[in-house]
């Protein structure tokens, strides 16, 4: 499967803690990008990152990337009940031209009241 | 900008039926649509690449004869679902790319369709 990496599965972290979550993927890349769903909605993008860039913040995310190690990490700090969701990574393949996205397995976070 | 609908955002249907899910770039024009299938707490899986005005790419395992793609215009791609039976019920979700500006490497997703197959 080309299907990426994601750990943890899930995650269960009280309001205020920061959440991490890694992700792993196979080809080379061009870009890599975080993307949030909540159950049963479509999918938010959140921050693309580029294969030369090594950390990237957004708010109170921040994401980073080690393309020799093929992974990438993101930071949720000061997490929130509303960042309860699910969270993939997904990556093109610098060989493909066609810019399809290849999506981790994901992890789902809780974050408790 | 880069509003990606889908319409129907959900659909019961009778198995042996076919479905048709449309997928519209509203304010952008989109060479390339990507449909994607979720099943519960699983990830997406890139079912085809839809390219304007010529034939869909599907990936390994997707059956082009069940999974009918149309892209005839430069923002409307339509992915019907033949002969629909239970095991087809999922989250159908599509993206685009907007290659006419600056923002070529993203993709803009749309809200999902969910098919449930009776």
């Known amino acids: 499967s080309q299907q990426g990496e994601e750990d943890p599965q899930a995650l269960s972290i009280q309001e205020g803690e920061n959440a991490t979550m890694n992700c792993s993927y196979k080809t080379s890349i061009n870009n890599l990008q975080w993307y949030r769903q909540n159950s049963g909605r479509g999918l938010v993008h959140l921050i693309l990152?580029?294969?030369?860039?090594r950390e990237k913040h957004s708010g109170r995310l921040r994401v980073t990337l080690d393309t020799s190690k093929k992974s990438s990490s993101l930071l949720i700090t000061a997490s929130r009940a509303a960042d309860t969701a699910s969270y993939f990574c997904a990556t093109d393949d610098r060989m493909d031209s066609s810019y399809k996205l290849i999506f981790g397995s994901g992890t789902r976070l809780l974050v408790r009241p | 900008g880069a509003v990606v609908s889908q319409h129907p955002s959900w659909v019961i249907c009778k198995s042996g039926t076919s479905v048709k899910i449309e997928c519209r770039s509203l304010d952008f024009q989109a060479t390339t649509m990507f449909w994607y299938r979720q099943f519960p707490k699983q990830s997406l899986m890139l079912m085809a690449t839809s390219n304007e005005g010529s034939k869909a790419t599907y990936e390994q395992g997707v059956e082009k004869d069940k999974f009918l793609i149309n892209h005839a215009s430069l923002t409307l791609s339509t992915l019907t679902v033949t002969s629909a039976h239970p095991e087809d019920s999922s989250f159908y979700i599509c993206?685009?790319?907007?290659?006419?500006?600056?923002?070529?490497?993203?993709?803009?997703f749309g809200p999902g369709t969910r098919l449930t197959v009776l």
């Open positions: 993206s685009a790319r907007d290659v006419t500006s600056g923002r070529s490497n993203e993709q803009f």
């Open positions: 990152i580029r294969s030369n860039e």
